[in-house]
């Protein structure tokens, strides 16, 4: 299931957040969103989630105007991967991971087998089955974020969104969650993932799509978008792109 997003603008207020954003995700890749803070990311998945009103253009996912469609409708299309935080109420990894399925039924019903099925599925995808029965709060970051991604899944919907999914990780959980989105891209999910860093981008993406004050500044493979011209205009920061038998890694030029 592809995400087109068509000519999108919001603001707060008197204040523009988005001007003019016109992508398309595809199927069965994943697209890395690139940009300091505020330059849209975060409201950028608020539209498409239906969380702010009020924005201008089209979000369609396979033609289908998500903005025509209930909450209900619009979580079997799209699911939301947050930043992993920590709990008021204590809650197991496999609750948490049910929570995913609640939009398949009516208002004051419980899960059935069918969705506990699909909850235990979902958490062995990610690798996470082992940890069915312990407390979410005691997870670590990795654990918790690996958590989300399997309520996504039980979710059912085939367009991922993930808001700087790594950010508060070690850089060994780092890599092992950006490895799990990759594979979920390959395995036909559309995945959509916000991050800081363009070294995400041209290790884990497909294709990358780079902001700056709320506009597209770049959009295309990570080659193209990712470059030490762009790196500079969007950071500020001198770069180098070395090629490398692993793949092309960014290097400052100065600061180290």
């Known amino acids: 299931m592809s995400l087109t997003v068509d ?7 008197k204040h523009a957040v988005l001007k003019d954003v016109s992508f398309t995700a595809d199927k069965g890749a994943l697209l890395a969103i690139l940009g300091p803070n ?11 989630m239906g969380l702010v009103k009020g924005y201008t253009g089209k979000i369609t996912a396979d033609g289908v105007d998500l903005s ?13 991967i947050p930043q992993a ?20 039924l009516s208002p004051f019903a419980l899960p059935g087998e069918k969705e506990r099925a699909a909850a235990r599925a979902a ?43 790594t950010a508060s990780l070690d850089y060994g ?10 594979e979920l891209a390959r395995e036909g999910y ?16 497909d294709r990358a799509l780079v902001l700056q004050d709320g506009q597209v500044l770049a959009l295309g493979t990570p080659g193209e978008a990712v470059t030490p011209a762009l790196m500079d205009r969007l950071y500020g920061r001198r770069v180098t792109l070395l090629d490398t038998e692993k793949g092309p890694v960014l290097v400052p030029e100065e600061g180290i």
């Open 85 to 104: 935080h920590p709990l008021s109420f204590r809650y197991s990894a496999f609750d948490m991971v049910l929570m995913g399925t609640s939009h398949t």
């Open 173 to 182: 959980n780092r890599l092992h969650v950006l490895g799990v989105a990759r």
């Open 68 to 80: 025509a469609l209930s909450p209900r409708e619009r979580a079997h299309r799209v699911a939301a």
């Open 38 to 48: 505020g330059v849209g990311k975060t409201t950028l998945f608020k539209c498409v």
């Open 123 to 165: 958490m062995e995808k990610v690798g996470i089955g082992a940890l069915c029965d312990r407390p979410f709060d005691q997870l670590s970051g990795g654990e918790q974020q690996l958590v989300f991604i399997a309520r996504a899944l039980a979710q059912q919907a085939k367009i991922l969104l993930m808001d700087e999914p």
């Open 190 to 205: 559309t995945v959509l993932l916000s991050t800081h860093d363009p070294q995400h981008a041209l290790w884990f993406a």
């Open 7 to 13: 000519s999108l603008s919001f603001a707060y207020g």
